[in-house]
């Protein structure tokens, strides 16, 4: 079974903290994102990655950043935890080469107090 | 920006009724997928269309990508509660590794 992990389901974390999630998926897949979901505003992409080391912003960088340095784990960090970064995060990936069949993780509600 | 427009929004029906979810766009796509996810999980992928004018069926869901590329609807026949969920479109560029997604239909089916 093709399996995409995130390392927490909940987090709650102060305000101005160094944020981390992790995800790690077993397909060997080339690309890898990061999403927010927020009620009414579906699934917006905040980094996506192609490569191993290599990295794109997406709709909604700021705030954020992001680590690729094994081909199964993408990372992102949340430079300074801020309210309004309170959201469900969820990571994904797809095999690349035109295939953009995505498999998600189970997402990490993100609480920012 | 490429825009996926889902319809409608919200969604509240009797088991046994049936119902489409549409996906419409201005924007050509070389493919399209639907997704459904419920409360606390990730999304999770149930068919990708790629060919204009192609139908899908999977047990009691239709997915239909209209003839221009440029919409899709998903059929369900005699809904269940088990169809409840919020369901996503999706689409994707030719040579473009990240999609699109709409802003999804929240589907609830009342026993």
């Known amino acids: 079974d093709v399996k995409v992990t995130q390392s927490s389901r909940y987090l709650v974390k102060r305000t101005g903290e160094k944020v981390f999630l992790e995800c790690v998926q077993d397909m060997d897949h080339e690309n890898m994102f990061w999403y927010r979901q927020d009620p009414g505003l579906g699934l917006r992409l905040i980094y996506f990655s192609y490569d191993v080391k290599m990295k794109e912003k997406g709709d909604i960088p700021e705030g954020y950043s992001v680590s690729r340095e094994k081909k199964e784990r993408f990372s992102l960090i949340l430079e300074s935890a801020s309210t309004n970064q309170t959201s469900m995060y969820l990571c994904?990936?797809?095999?690349?080469?035109?295939?953009?069949?995505?498999?998600f993780g189970q997402g990490t509600r993100l609480t920012v107090v | 920006t490429q825009l996926l427009e889902q319809s409608p929004q919200f969604l509240s029906i009797q088991e046994g009724e049936n119902l489409t979810v549409y996906c419409n766009s201005s924007?050509?796509?070389?493919?399209l997928q639907w997704y459904r996810q419920e409360p606390g999980e990730g999304p999770v992928l149930l068919v990708t269309?790629?060919?204009?004018?192609e139908v899908k069926k999977l047990k009691r869901l239709t997915f239909q990508f209209g003839d221009a590329r440029k919409d899709s609807s998903l059929h369900i026949t005699a809904a269940q509660p088990g169809d409840t969920g919020l369901y996503l479109c999706a689409g994707g560029f030719q040579g473009a590794q990240k999609l699109v997604f709409g802003q999804g239909t929240r589907l609830t089916i009342n026993p």
């Open positions: 269309v790629v060919t204009g004018g």
């Open positions: 994904a990936s797809s095999g690349g080469w035109g295939n953009t069949e995505a498999f």
């Open positions: 924007s050509v796509f070389s493919s």
